[in-house]
Nanobody, 123 residues
Framework: QVQLVESGGGLVQAGGSLRLSCAAS????????MGWFRQAPGKEREFVGA????????VYTDSVKGRFTISRDNAKNTVYLQMNSLKPEDTAVYYC????????????????WGQGTQVTVSS
């Protein structure tokens, strides 16, 4: 089992920045990747980006490329999502997720999820 706790959400004006954190505990030695997803009201959950725990390579959905950056601190078992140039359409509940095993794509294979943190971007 892996437990994930997100923090850092809040209300920000368009063009502003926020940094989300996700601390993992439990069976973290089995981490293959950590990802960020989001779900806006009335919409399905969507993949935002992810980071390979071993290599540090990252992948992002097109709508956040150039604005969002994922990083990790292996010693702290923590993953971060730095969000810059925020837009009202970025408003959503953001979830971090843990993947214990390799999958062909970084957007799939997540087994554990955090409780989510609300990000609201005002226009």
């Amino acid at each position: 089992q892996v437990q994930l706790v997100e923090s850092g959400g809040g209300l920000v004006q368009a063009g502003g920045s926020l940094r989300l954190s996700c601390a993992a505990s439990g069976r973290t030695f089995s981490t293959n990747a950590m990802g960020w997803f989001r779900q806006a009201p009335g919409k399905e959950r969507e993949f935002v980006g992810a980071i390979s725990w071993r290599s540090g390579s990252t992948v992002y959905t097109d709508s956040v490329k150039g604005r969002f950056t994922i990083s990790r601190d292996n010693a702290k078992n923590t993953v971060y999502l730095q969000m810059n140039s925020l837009k009202p359409e970025d408003t959503a509940v953001y979830y971090c997720a843990h993947r214990p095993y390799y999958d062909i794509t970084l957007s799939a294979g997540y087994a554990y999820w955090g409780q989510g943190t609300q990000v609201t971007v005002s226009s």
